[in-house]
């Protein structure tokens, strides 16, 4: 009796390692796709994105994370390792594709460039090129494979939006080399963590941008074409370039030529004769009106085209 109670405990003893050992078989028909957008540097949400693909991946073949961008800045950890903080938190997440976004650029893009080189998922953007150049400054797409399936990622930034004051000024700090200065900037808005200070710093430190008020820069305000228009003709100056090409232009027979501040009289004067700023439509300046991303572009390049120092 005692040996048959024995056997019978042994065999469900058997039958449940049994059941225990069964493997169920990953789905391998389901794609799963995870995404986030706009973390600026919410650095615990990386270890909940991380644990979500692992759980996942325990019941599908194939888990992918994307990033759509602006994941370098908004925090101190971003701003103390300018990028490089978040960029080795990304990596230990791993992402299939990383698109940029605006703020990627906070840091100029020489910096831009070197968290590129650090990121283990190489950075999509479609429509971002040199200034004179077609071809995009990163790779436009990326293509992974899934199994049977093959999925194209593509990235494009928003030409239409607006620009602040600190992304103009980092635009053309990179476009003359970003050199250094020793300028320290006194404004109570600007700091060393602030982006684009090296740039504001060489700017202001040049001449060629004021702040708004004796303390404040407003780096996170609006690029008015007015704004630009000066910055333009400032910079133009710095060059040694010959800014009396538009001492005659008429720019009276724009309908809004007297909404113009005084600052900026002579720089539009000069921008619309040397061909650098145009008409916002034919018989008006817009003096007043934000300057998009797309708009910025177009400025530099003419700059580069139609003025010679």
Sequence with gaps: MRNRLLSCIVCICMVLCCLNAVVF???????????????????????????MKNELGSEYEYVGA???????????????SKGEYIVRLMNLVGYDAIGLGNHEFDYTISRLSELYELSETK???????????????????????????????????????????????????????????????TFDDVSAETPYVEAISWATDTKIVNGCTANSFAPNDVLTREQLATIMWRYAKYKNA??????????????DA??????????????????????NTEGTLAPKREVTVKQLQEVLLRYCENIKA
């Design 123 to 185: 950075y999509i953007s479609c429509n971002f090129a040199k200034i004179g150049e077609e071809k995009s400054y990163f790779e436009p797409f990326t293509l992974v494979t899934y199994g049977d399936v093959d999925i194209a990622y593509v990235k494009s930034n928003d030409e239409n939006k607006a620009v602040t004051r600190a992304e103009a000024i980092a635009a053309l700090w990179d476009m003359e080399g970003s050199p250094a200065s020793d300028f320290v900037t």
């Design 242 to 255: 010959d800014t009396s090409i538009g001492e005659n232009t008429n720019i009276l027979s724009y309908n």
């Design 258 to 279: 007297f909404d113009i501040s005084e600052y900026a009289i002579s720089a539009f004067q000069w921008s619309c004769g040397s061909g650098v700023l145009s008409g």
């Design 66 to 80: 994307v990033s759509s961008g602006d994941f370098v800045q908004g925090g101190t950890l971003g701003a103390v």
């Design 25 to 51: 078989a990953k789905d391998s028909e389901t794609v799963v796709i995870l995404y986030e957008n706009d973390v600026h540097c919410a650095v615990e949400g990386y270890s909940k994105l991380a644990a």
